[in-house]
C-alpha cells in the first residue's frame, strides 16, 4: 500500500496480539494478565529475539560489499528516536536492531499492519499465492516485492531506502513464521486459546473474545523462548549457524521465489501447526472476520475444544521453529547479496 493510503481500523487482523508480551514473563500468566489487559493489539512474529536471530544469521553470510551498504543505510538515516520500541534491550547492532522496527512503525501506521501476513485459508490445495493478497491492503509477499524495488531503486532518497531495507529484514523473518501465512477464520491463530503447559487461557479482551495464550502466540514467543533457555540473542544465532551451515548454504543457492517461501510456510502450518494439536481443528468455510467473536464465536467454539499443548507439541514445534529461523536468516541474506553482490 503506497504512503497516504487510508488507514485501517487496527483491530482487523491484528496479529500476534498478546503473544509479545508472553515471552518469558509466561509463567506469570495471570497477573501479566491484568497488566496488560488495556495493551494495543500489535504483532511481533518471533517476538524480538526470533527477528534480532534472523538479523545476526543473515549478517553472517552477507558479502563484504552487502555487510558494507547495509551498515552504510542503517547509520545514515537513523531509526526516529522519539519512536516507542517494544524490544527495549534493542538488537546488539544496527541489523538486528532494525529487525524488530516494523512492528513498532506499524502501531502508528496501522495501514502498514496487513504487510505483516498473508492469510492462506486453511484447507487451501491449490498454491495460487497472488489470489489471498487484498488487492487493497496488501500482504507480507508483495510488501517483500514492493520494498525490495524501493531498496534498488537509484531514485530512493535515504530515509525511505533505510525504512525498506527496515521492512524487509522484518517481513522475511515474519513470512517464515508459519501462522503468518495462513488462517482459519482465526487471525492466523489468534483465535485459538491453548494451554501452554501449566499456563491456561485465559480472556483478556471479553468483547473481542481474545484469550491467551493462543496458538499464535506460542508460536511467535513461547515455544522459541523455551526452547533458547535463557541463551542471548548470539549465542542462538551462532549455535542455528553450526547446526545448519550445510543447508543455509544450500538455501542461500536458492531461487529467490517469495510466493513459494510463503506455501513453504502455509504448507508447515497445515502439517505441523495446525496438524499436529491434540484434538483436530476443522478447516472452517473461509469468511472475514474482525475479531475471535466472528464466525460464530471462533474463539469460544476453539476454546470448548481444550487444546492442551505439552512436551510433544513443543518438540515437533522447536525442530520447526529453529528451520524457519535459519532459513528465514539465510534467503534475507540471499535477497540482499542479489542487490550487492
Ligand atoms: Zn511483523
Redesign the pocket.
Known sequence: MPDGAAPRPAVIHA??FVARHFTRAAICSFLLLAAIAGAPNT???WGCEGHQVIALLAESHLTPRALAKVKQILSDSPIDPTLSRYCKEGGIDLMSDSATW??DF?TQHPETGPW??IDIPLGTTRRDIAKFCEPQEGCVTRAIADQLVILRSPETDPRKRADALRFVI??V??LHQPL?ATTNNDQGGNCVPVAYFDILPQLRNPQAESYAPNLHGIWDTNILARATNGKNVEQVAADLDRSFHKKIARWQKGATNIDAWAWESYQLAVKDVYGKLPVRIPAEAPQPITSCADDNHISTRMLNLNERIAQPYQDTAEAIVWGQIAKAGARLALLLNQIWP
Request: glycine fraction near 14%; hydrophobic fraction near 25%.
Open positions: 496479529r500476534g504483532a511481533h512474529a516494523a512492528d506499524r505483516h501476513y522484518h517481513f523473518g515474519d503468518h
